[in-house]
């Protein structure tokens, strides 16, 4: 077998991830924030998730793997953005929130978060 051989065969018997977790963590998330004041308790979740990705990818360095972030940031978005829009305010705090999110995590400040 050439080495070209080895990586495809060694790429395709990686095991699928499971993303179960992050799916159910983002769905109540979204519970608690459909009956509060959901700008300031996104905010205060995004930070403490800010946070935990800075040391996650400082702990791990190259074997950092950002998808399930990626995936949770997603799940977050989907769901906060099917509310029914009663003000554009609401919607503005929310994007607000996530960009500021995203800012922190730029690649310059988290190159494996790219």
Same mark, same amino acid.
């Given at each position: 077998?050439? !080495?070209?051989?080895?990586?495809?065969?060694?790429?395709?018997?990686? !095991?699928?991830? /499971?993303? @179960?977790?992050?799916? =159910? &963590?983002? *769905?109540?998330?979204? /519970?608690?924030?459909?009956?509060?004041?959901?700008? $300031? +308790?996104? /905010?205060? @979740?995004?930070?403490?998730?800010?946070?935990?990705? +800075? *040391?996650?990818?400082?702990?791990? *360095?190259?074997? $950092?793997?950002?998808?399930? &972030?990626?995936? +949770?940031? =997603?799940?977050?978005?989907?769901?906060?953005?099917?509310?029914?829009?009663?003000?554009?305010?609401?919607?503005?705090? =929310?994007?607000?929130?996530?960009?500021?999110? $995203?800012?922190?995590?730029? !690649?310059? *400040?988290? !190159?494996?978060?790219?």
């Amino acid at each position: 077998m050439n !080495p070209l051989e080895i990586f495809l065969s060694d790429c395709f018997w990686l !095991p699928a991830m /499971s993303f @179960i977790a992050i799916d =159910i &963590y983002a *769905k109540l998330v979204f /519970s608690i924030l459909k009956g509060s004041n959901k700008s $300031f +308790l996104l /905010s205060k @979740i995004l930070a403490v998730t800010i946070r935990l990705i +800075l *040391k996650d990818a400082e702990e791990k *360095k190259a074997s $950092f793997n950002p998808r399930p &972030y990626f995936r +949770l940031f =997603i799940n977050l978005l989907l769901d906060l953005g099917s509310l029914e829009p009663v003000t554009d305010g609401a919607n503005l705090q =929310i994007l607000i929130a996530f960009a500021n999110t $995203f800012h922190a995590l730029q !690649p310059l *400040k988290v !190159p494996a978060f790219s």
